[in-house]
Antibody, heavy 118, light 107 residues
Framework: EVQLLESGGNLVQPGGSLRLSCAASGFTFSSYPMSWVRQAPGKGLEWVSD????????HYTDSVKGRFTISRDNFKNTLYLQMSSLRADDTAVYYCAIPSPGGYLDYWGQGTLVTVSS | DIQMTQSPPTLSASVGDRVTITCRAS??????LAWYQQKPGKAPKVLIYDASSLQSGVPSRFSGSGSGTEFTLTISSLQPDDFATYYC?????????FGQGTKVEIK
């Protein structure tokens, strides 16, 4: 059974940094690209970033370029999102997800809450 | 970025009703569109991909249609478990984008 377990969410001050993790199991992690999607409280879904199977290719939504870095450790079966220069509008539940070969998001974790506030 | 516009934002319906949600793209996305269902406090779940393909395990009362810039999600006979928020998502080109959601409420 595919399982994605996010962790690392917390309360952080504006301008601070945080690293999210997503522990994967139940599938061959190194064979799949991975994505991060977020959802601000009471709002809709926003795709944030994705990374290729090897980690050599990445994409970001414009609002996080230069501030967030996606990475993965295929030996530890773990996906990461390093977030820096955090702003209030980064407050959201962050989900990791497995994109299908086409691009729709097949499997999702349960999410981890990041709150940016002083 | 491609903008996705869903309508209506909120829909009130009764069990047994036929329900249709529309999603419009700001430019052609062929059939690179998915529909998700999300319940409060839960992660989204994919219902339809490639505009009209039913995800495995999803009840056949859900269907999708459309191509280019206009798409619809139809629930043929609304069930109690279907009261939720629905999102469309384009994956034609980066950045992947979602519609703003349609909340299906009990009438």
């Amino acid at each position: 059974e595919v399982q994605l377990l996010e962790s690392g969410g917390n309360l952080v001050q504006p301008g601070g940094s945080l690293r999210l993790s997503c522990a994967a199991s139940g599938f061959t992690f190194s064979s799949y690209p991975m994505s991060w999607v977020r959802q601000a409280p009471g709002k809709g879904l926003e795709w944030v970033s994705d990374i290729s199977e090897s980690g050599g290719g990445t994409h970001y939504t414009d609002s996080v370029k230069g501030r967030f870095t996606i990475s993965r450790d295929n030996f530890k079966n773990t996906l990461y999102l390093q977030m820096s220069s955090l702003r209030a509008d980064d407050t959201a539940v962050y989900y990791c997800a497995i994109p299908s070969p086409g691009g729709y998001l097949d499997y999702w974790g349960q999410g981890t809450l990041v709150t940016v506030s002083s | 970025d491609i903008q996705m516009t869903q309508s209506p934002p909120t829909l009130s319906a009764s069990v047994g009703d036929r329900v249709t949600i529309t999603c419009r793209a700001s430019q052609s996305i062929s059939t690179w569109l998915a529909w998700y269902q999300q319940k409060p406090g839960k992660a989204p779940k994919v219902l339809i991909y490639d505009a009209s393909s039913l995800q495995s395990g999803v009840p056949s009362r859900f269907s999708g249609s459309g191509s280019g810039t206009e798409f619809t999600l139809t629930i043929s006979s609304l069930q109690p478990d279907d009261f939720a928020t629905y999102y469309c998502q384009q994956y034609n080109s980066y950045s992947w984008t979602f519609g703003q959601g349609t909340k299906v409420e009990i009438k």
